[in-house]
């Protein structure tokens, strides 16, 4: 199963639409998953013209979202949990924050956003996995999202580009 993650899309204030490079690969995914910080339920409208849409709420998000999304999920996807948080919260890193939010749970991968920093890195056994973001990438060089493949092997990979038209 191929997976487009993003987050932090924060839309329509850092953008009216979706990136090309990020539509080109939703043009070929079977699920989307947005960990948060979406901003406006437009781009889950978006999103979804390109198929399945999951996703948790982040710290700006408003009550239609918070109505339509959890703070915290769990997905099976071919024999793998995958839990996906936002990771805002008061003190502690965000890494942190997130590895606490599924404490005592087996998941495989925690998918989380918040940061906007690109994350891709094991933490005892889970796979600890930040998209970024194809809307505000802040002070880093690119703008990103992954993709994910899930089946009897887990691939993921970041997607770096400079333009986000």
Known sequence: MNIV???????????????????????????IIHAGDWNSMEVYHMLRTYGEVKGVYGNVDREDIKDRFPAQEILEVHGHKIGIVHGHGDKKTTEKRVLEAFEGEEVDIIIFGHSHIPLLRYFKKKLLLNPGSPMDKRTHPYYSFVILTVGEEIRAEHVFFKDKN
Do not use: F, W
Request: aromatic share 0%; hydrophobic share 30%.
């Open 5 to 31: 993650v993003t987050a932090d899309t924060h839309m329509p204030d850092k953008g009216k639409q979706l990136p090309s490079r990020l539509i080109k690969e939703l043009k070929k995914t079977d699920l």
